[in-house]
């Protein structure tokens, strides 16, 4: 039998995405893995245009959030994200 601990988990967030996602979650649980999602923001160059490049720590911060948001949201319990 294989014996998998860990799951890396891509994704864009976009809607397509949504069943691998469910693929991997339910591989996670399926053999007790550890499932890190990974997604690396992308902030569209009108936005950054927009708000400068002065407040780039908080346009970073606000997009990052947004993502994990999208994330915890299709995970089952908010104790369940460890590694976001």
Known sequence: MIDVRHILFPTDLSAASEAAFQHARVMAERFAAHLTIFHA???????????????????????????????EERLPSPAAPRDV
């Open 41 to 71: 923001i992308e902030i569209p160059w009108a936005v950054y245009a927009r708000e400068g490049a002065e407040h780039d720590a908080e346009v970073v911060a606000r997009w990052e959030q947004r993502a994990r948001t999208a994330i």
